[in-house]
């Protein structure tokens, strides 16, 4: 079946780091793929997706590449802020499909 | 609505009673989403509605579970005869159509089986 495999957090950063965070996942076909956020308190969010290979999402900053031949899609960030923390999800989707594959998502603590 | 509504937001339960989670999509939304996601991991499909119609419920993990949405707005998700592995965050999700249009979640509901 189809999976999906995040790098483990937590993560902590300072303020201004550079961010990647890994995804890469297996599927029959070639999906859509999609990063959610869930920000403390708050429902999950979408945060960015691409839809075809090498296509690339982007979105506050944030950015991610689907790579056909990895089968990757890495979330990347050049500068972070504090108001970045949140676990991040990254989850393909099915072609054709209706059900979105979640990673177990990733920590992300930006200090001051 | 603003966005999708959930509720409760926490429930607590003794084992074998039974319990209803309500979701109230985005007004106009045609796909509703139902997704568990247990401490620290990821959310775990469950089932998929388009208007009234229940196209997938591969993810249910058991028959004690059911949802509906009769009237294609409002779902209920019922669980019945709780048991301690369901304690999860319940999290309803919905779309204009399918799930490769943006997904609006919920905050969740919050069961704890005791």
């Known amino acids: 079946g189809d999976s999906v495999t995040q790098m483990e957090g937590p993560v902590t950063l300072s303020e201004e780091a550079f961010l990647t965070i890994n995804c890469t996942y297996t599927a029959t076909g070639y999906p859509s793929l999609f990063w959610y956020v869930q920000y403390p308190g708050e429902g999950l969010q979408l945060l960015l997706k691409?839809?075809?290979?090498?296509d690339k999402g982007s979105n506050k900053g944030f950015e991610a590449t689907y790579r056909k031949e990895t089968t990757s899609f890495h979330l990347e960030k050049g500068s972070v802020q504090v108001s970045d923390s949140a676990v991040y999800f990254c989850?393909?989707?099915?072609?054709?499909?209706?059900?979105?594959?979640f990673g177990g998502g990733t920590r992300v603590l930006v200090k001051p | 609505g603003a966005g999708v509504s959930q509720s409760p937001r926490y429930k607590v339960a003794k084992r074998g009673q039974d319990v209803a989670l309500r979701c109230d999509p985005i007004?106009?939304?045609?796909?509703l989403f139902w997704y568990q996601q247990a401490l620290g991991q990821g959310p775990e499909f469950l089932t998929y509605f388009q208007n009234e119609a229940q196209l997938d419920k591969s993810g249910l993990p058991s028959d004690r579970f059911f949802a509906e949405r009769p009237e294609g707005s409002v779902s209920t998700l019922k669980i019945q005869r709780t048991q301690q592995e369901d304690s999860a965050v319940y999290l309803c999700a919905s779309s204009l159509q399918g799930a490769n249009t943006e997904a609006f979640f919920g905050q969740g509901t919050r069961l704890t089986v005791v």
């Open positions: 989850a393909p989707l099915k072609a054709a499909g209706n059900k979105l594959t």
């Open positions: 007004s106009g939304h045609v796909s």
């Open positions: 691409a839809t075809k290979a090498d």
